[in-house]
């Protein structure tokens, strides 16, 4: 059974940063994506970025290229989500998830999801 466990989440002013982090166990997640959405009050949970596990290319969102980083950690099964210059139009819930095969912006394409970690920027 995959399990992800996502931390890092909290309060920081706008133009600040976070690190969110997504510890993966249970596979061994080599044909594996990773990757993390978001969902704001009101509103459907969208696509941030993911990132394949083999050769680590990446895809993101047009809304957070240039200030959000994916990044993994194979040796600790960890995928990380830095995230620069924050804006409080980014407040939402911050989701892990995974999948079998290559990147995909469809939540519906994801077997597996972490609980969530909130993320808010204030003004």
């Known amino acids: 059974q995959v399990q992800l466990v996502e931390s890092g989440g909290g309060l920081v002013q706008a133009g600040g940063s976070l690190r969110l982090s997504c510890a993966a166990s249970?596979?061994?997640?080599?044909?594996?994506?990773m990757g993390w959405f978001r969902q704001a009050p009101g509103k459907e949970r969208e696509f941030v970025t993911a990132?394949?596990?083999?050769?680590?290319?990446?895809l993101y969102a047009d809304s957070v290229k240039g200030r959000f980083t994916i990044s993994r950690d194979k040796a600790k099964n960890t995928v990380y989500l830095q995230m620069n210059s924050l804006k409080p139009e980014d407040t939402a819930v911050y989701y892990c998830?995974?999948?079998?095969?290559?990147?995909?912006?469809?939540?519906?394409?994801?077997?597996?999801w972490g609980q969530g970690t909130q993320v808010t920027v204030s003004s």
């Open positions: 990132i394949t596990w083999s050769d680590i290319s990446t």
């Open positions: 998830a995974a999948r079998v095969g290559g990147a995909s912006i469809f939540s519906y394409g994801y077997t597996y």
């Open positions: 249970g596979r061994t997640f080599t044909q594996w994506t």
